[in-house]
T-cell receptor, first 115, second 113 residues
């Protein structure tokens, strides 16, 4: 079964450092997303990406965050200068077309720990 | 932000019996609803969905019911199996914003043999 893969599974970084989380969405999907889950809290939408541009972003997705699809297969989330409160599990997801656009397939997540 | 609420943080059920997980929402602009299951150290896995134009959708042991007037949906699992033990998330998508899912807090289901 096709799956969304994410790397790294766990990253530990110092506050103020840049972090890049990587994702390989399902190959024939057209919509890409990042969500995060802070420990003990809800899964929260960060950003959606379609046709090489951001289609929607949440209040959380401020100037410290950026997304990119550099080579047609990878989809990355960059946090420019990490803060303690960025510690969370980050989930990449993708979805197809039509009614399939509503059904997201999630990756296993990348756990980010900011010290 | 409490647009999607799952008021029961946990539920324990005997194997073979019915599990009923509940979800309430406040935003009348939601037009698509989904249930995801999540095991520890894994991402959410899609289970079943329902459009706001329907009131029931069934897939094997899983049935989702939608009551739009009450802004309530429920997931029924029957018969429940030990492998169903996981955290279940209700999610809703606003009209014309497919893919932007608003999640509930989750309900941890434990199915005991």
């Amino acid at each position: 079964e096709p799956e969304v893969t994410q790397t790294p599974s766990h990253q530990v970084t110092q506050m103020g450092q840049e972090v890049i989380l990587r994702c390989v969405p399902i190959s024939n999907h057209l919509y890409f997303y990042w969500y995060r889950q802070i420990l003990g809290q809800k899964v929260e939408f960060l950003v959606s990406f379609y046709n090489n541009e951001i289609s929607e972003k949440s209040e959380i997705f401020d100037d410290q965050f950026s997304v990119e699809r550099p080579d047609g297969s990878n989809f990355t989330l960059k946090i420019r200068s990490t803060k303690l409160e960025d510690s969370a599990m980050y989930f990449c997801a993708s979805s197809g077309q039509g009614t399939g656009a509503n059904v997201l397939t999630f990756g296993a997540g990348s756990r980010l720990t900011v010290l | 932000d409490q647009q999607v609420k799952q008021n029961s943080p946990s539920l324990s059920v005997q194997e073979g019996r019915i599990s009923i997980l509940n979800c309430d929402y406040t935003n009348s602009m939601f037009d698509y609803f989904l249930w995801y299951k999540k095991y520890p150290a894994e991402g959410p896995t899609f289970l079943i969905s329902i459009s706001s134009i329907k009131d029931k959708n069934e897939d094997g042991r899983f049935t989702v019911f939608l009551n739009k007037s009450a802004k309530h949906l429920s997931l029924h699992i029957v018969p429940s199996q030990p492998g169903d033990s996981a955290v279940y998330f209700c999610a809703a998508s606003p009209y014309n914003q497919g893919g932007k899912l608003i999640f509930g807090q989750g309900t941890e289901l434990s199915v005991k043999p």
